[in-house]
Structure formats: C-alpha cells, structure tokens
C-alpha cells in the first residue's frame, strides 16, 4: 500500500513564527511554493502561512508585512500526516479538513508535504475528482 512518504515532497522548509511576513513570502517566492509550515523555536509545527493569508490577512487587513511575524497568523491545531500513514488516509485528511497542503511528520519532526497534485498523481481518477470537489466547494 501506498504511503505518506511515497508521495510526500521531502525537504519541506518552515518559517520560524518569529519571522517577518515578508519574509515568508520571499522565502515562498525563491522555493516556489504557495505555504510554509509556521515552526516554533522548538522546531515543532504551530501552523501554516499560505500566500492567502498573506494576501488577505496582512496586506488586506491593512497591516505591515515586514513587521507582522509568520506566527502571529498560525490558527489553532496544525493537520498533520505520519510519515508511515497510508495515502487513503491523507486523502480522507486533505478531503475533510479541506486543505490543499498537507504537512508530514516523523514523530514531530516535519519531513515533507503532501500537496493536491501529489495526491492527483497517485490516486486513481474518480477520487481526484472527489478530493478536487471537496477542496472546490464552499
């Protein structure tokens, strides 16, 4: 069976919760990618900062990206995957809490993410459409 880890993008970079904004968002721009896990000083995850939450968070709601840090907009518990967890189980994660992007850990250290098109890549047509649905509806 497939898992987690087969499909993961290993690698996956935080940006510390003290971290401006801004620097996300750069960070997001050099690595090519639309969320970084929020991580503490105790390396564990506190959240997700998506390029939405930058738009709509900081720069719609007025505030300053340069001084407002990454950790300020980390939002109750994080969804995470275990590295050894079967792909049907993040598909039913990612469909659920309807989430595009799906932190992997190892105990709690992040080893990867899982994204829509990971999952798009490896699961079979109909449940793609089903998890493209889910994500899509509001």
Same mark, same amino acid.
């Given at each position: ?22 620097d ?8 090519? $990618? ?5 991580c503490g ?8 900062l998506?390029?939405?939450? $930058?738009v709509?968070?900081?720069?719609g ?8 840090p ?13 590295v ?12 659920e809490?309807?989430?595009r992007?799906?932190? $992997? ?5 992040? $080893? ?11 699961l ?15």
């Amino acid at each position: 069976m497939t898992k987690a880890r087969d499909i993961m993008n290993g690698g996956a970079e935080c940006v510390g919760a003290q971290e401006s904004v801004l620097d996300a968002a750069r960070k997001m721009k050099d690595l090519g $990618v639309g969320a970084l896990p929020i991580c503490g000083g105790d390396h564990k995850l506190h959240g997700m900062l998506t390029d939405r939450d $930058v738009v709509v968070k900081v720069l719609g709601a007025g505030k300053d990206p340069a001084t407002c840090p990454a950790g300020d907009l980390a939002q109750g518990e994080v969804v995470t995957m275990g590295v050894d967890d079967d792909v049907e189980e993040v598909l039913r994660t990612m469909t659920e809490h309807r989430i595009r992007r799906l932190p $992997v850990i190892d105990g709690h250290d992040l $080893v990867g993410m899982v994204s829509q098109a990971d999952l798009a890549c490896s699961l079979p047509d109909p449940k793609v459409a089903e998890l493209l649905q889910a994500l899509s509806t509001n």
